[in-house]
């Protein structure tokens, strides 16, 4: 049902000392910070040739990465995305064995549908599935 690794997203305390980081010490393909105000962050996309990195920073007052910060305050893995073809038969399909999904299907950053999953069915691990 997954397909490729989307992304893998990266909250930090702080962008322009993570920005440097990717840019100039790992000599990453770094791009401009966009704010996302309905998703509460400002991201960074980091171009891989076979996938991308997000680095994500809190944006306002009730940002989703806030309390992930809190408890990991020199940042974190905080999820990582897989690509699925048909999300909402990919919803079902883990909806009927069990899996706990996380809201409804959204827009994503990317302006495609996106769903997460909860962590405690995936081995520790935020899922989010993005329709590709
Ligand atoms: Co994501």
Do not use: W
């Not at 322009?16 to 990453?28: N, W």
């Not at 079902?92 to 549908?113: C, E, F, M, N, T």
């Amino acid at each position: 049902m997954i397909g490729n690794l989307n992304h893998v997203a990266i909250a930090v305390p702080d962008l322009d000392v993570a920005v440097a980081t990717y840019r100039d010490t790992l000599g990453a393909n770094v791009g401009a910070p966009q704010d996302e105000p309905d998703h509460g962050v400002t991201v960074v996309f980091i171009t891989l040739p076979n996938t991308k990195i997000e680095l994500l920073y809190p944006l306002g007052e009730n940002s989703p990465i806030a309390g992930f910060l809190e408890k990991n305050p020199s940042g974190g893995i905080h999820h990582i995305c897989y690509e699925v073809a048909d999300i909402e038969a990919a919803r079902d399909k883990l909806v009927a064995s069990g899996a706990r999904v996380l809201g409804d299907i959204k827009i994503g950053a990317h302006g495609k549908p996106v769903v997460f999953l909860h962590p405690k069915d995936f081995n520790g691990t935020l899922v989010e599935l993005e329709q590709i």
